[in-house]
């Protein structure tokens, strides 16, 4: 019984983290990026920054996923998918985004087309992890486990 309580305390609050995190990044500093900076560098600063956003959701929803294996495996399979999606998103996807972008701005026909789709799928993911985490998040918060 203790030791449950000390792993949904721990997974509260990294799931917390996760869903803070990811928040921030959308709904501050991701539209920040293109209000404040040129586009050249606020892409080269894109570049930069997404693959350590999906490295910490790797790592967050990997180490919620396994706190939360003991006694909510529905919600630790949640966490495994998040982290899953997010390392297809940091190995798989964006490079494929980087790559069609780079066609896009020298003009390579249909380039810009490709780069809208992978870029949309790429949201929608994320939002789709956000949804995850925090109806993890709520879960934990509201359910009794004992």
Known sequence: MESTLILRGLS???VGLLCGAML???LAMAPL????????VAG?????VFPWYYLIII???SLSASLLLKFAPLNAGLMALVAISAWYCRQLLMPR???FR???MINEQGADKIFNK???RSEILNGLQLLAAMAVLLHLSFVNFS
């Open 44 to 48: 080269k600063f894109v570049r930069a």
């Open 118 to 120: 992978l870029h949309r």
């Open 102 to 104: 780079d066609r896009s």
């Open 24 to 26: 921030f990044v959308s």
């Open 97 to 99: 985004i980087n790559e």
């Open 12 to 14: 509260t609050i990294a």
């Open 33 to 40: 990026i293109f209000i404040k900076l040129e586009i050249d």
């Open 59 to 61: 790592v967050l929803a």
